[in-house]
């Protein structure tokens, strides 16, 4: 199969024409309508609330595709398309290399990235996105927007995200141990969805993260605390 890297560069070669101009007004229209129709308090366009709400510009990003999404019952596409786009992205380095390359002009970009989301099969939702993005420069913050997208998919599924970092990795026993601690923090509804990572420099203890709430239990935040008592001045 044709790698991601490999449409973009077609793309972008194709669009830097002379007649690449009228391309730009036309795809600088639609996005222009695609950001009107998300900000207007018309019955028509009204936002569609998310779950929960994820703050920063990548959260108002990532709120704002959730309620396209939402109208075109296109959420899990949607998510399918940002998670395949993150793994590439993850994968071969040329792929965000080409979405951040400053000597791309963004119009230029926004008409390719369109393209190409087209050439892929990616949801009309998607490419708006991409193509939204690349206009006003902002195709390097795509990976925090995925995440902050399937913190609220998560959420949307009833998933509640909680990481927690340990010095050591967990054990099956440990695990299981730990997800049913972690449990009477749910609703009836919820599941919980538990990522665990591993940092040595915790030295022990843990650190946990579910929800909004965030626990720091690790050894190495104890022995800062007692390190911080002792050099204060007696």
Same mark, same amino acid.
């Given at each position: 199969?044709?790698?991601?890297?490999?449409?973009?560069?077609?793309?972008?070669?194709?669009?830097?024409?002379?007649?690449?101009?009228?391309?730009?007004?036309?795809?600088?229209?639609?996005?222009?309508?695609?950001?009107?129709?998300?900000?207007?308090?018309?019955?028509?366009?009204?936002?569609?609330?998310?779950?929960?709400?994820?703050?920063? %510009?990548?959260?108002?990003?990532?709120?704002?595709?959730?309620?396209?999404?939402?109208?075109?019952?296109?959420?899990?596409?949607?998510?399918?398309? %940002?998670?395949?786009?993150?793994?590439?992205?993850?994968?071969?380095?040329?792929?965000?290399?080409? %979405?951040?390359?400053?000597?791309?002009?963004?119009?230029?970009?926004?008409?390719?990235?369109?393209?190409?989301?087209?050439?892929?099969?990616?949801?009309?939702?998607? =490419?708006? %996105?991409? =193509?939204?993005?690349?206009?006003?420069?902002?195709?390097?913050?795509?990976?925090?927007?995925?995440?902050?997208?399937?913190?609220?998919?998560?959420?949307?599924?009833?998933?509640?995200?909680?990481?927690?970092?340990?010095?050591?990795?967990?054990?099956?026993?440990?695990?299981?141990?730990?997800?049913?601690?972690?449990?009477?923090?749910?609703?009836?509804?919820?599941?919980?969805?538990?990522?665990?990572?591993?940092?040595?420099?915790?030295?022990?203890?843990?650190?946990?993260?579910? =929800? $909004?709430?965030?626990?720091?239990?690790?050894?190495?935040?104890?022995?800062?605390?007692?390190? $911080?008592?002792?050099?204060?001045?007696?």
């Amino acid at each position: 199969s044709v790698k991601l890297s490999e449409h973009l560069e077609v793309a972008v070669v194709r669009k830097n024409r002379p007649e690449v101009a009228q391309i730009k007004m036309a795809a600088t229209g639609k996005l222009s309508l695609l950001t009107r129709q998300l900000s207007t308090s018309s019955a028509t366009a009204q936002l569609v609330k998310p779950p929960i709400q994820v703050f920063g %510009l990548e959260g108002r990003y990532a709120c704002a595709l959730y309620s396209a999404a939402s109208k075109t019952k296109s959420l899990e596409a949607v998510e399918k398309d %940002l998670k395949s786009l993150q793994s590439q992205m993850r994968a071969d380095p040329n792929v965000r290399d080409l %979405l951040v390359n400053p000597t791309i002009k963004r119009s230029l970009k926004a008409a390719a990235m369109k393209d190409v989301a087209t050439k892929v099969k990616f949801n009309a939702a998607t =490419g708006n %996105l991409l =193509g939204l993005l690349a206009e006003n420069g902002r195709l390097g913050r795509l990976e925090g927007i995925t995440n902050a997208f399937s913190l609220i998919m998560a959420a949307d599924r009833g998933e509640v995200v909680c990481e927690v970092k340990t010095a050591k990795p967990l054990d099956d026993s440990q695990r299981k141990q730990l997800e049913g601690a972690l449990k009477a923090f749910l609703k009836p509804n919820q599941s919980i969805q538990l990522t665990a990572k591993v940092d040595p420099s915790l030295i022990g203890g843990m650190i946990v993260s579910i =929800g $909004d709430k965030y626990v720091d239990m690790s050894v190495a935040s104890k022995i800062k605390k007692y390190t $911080d008592i002792i050099a204060v001045p007696v």
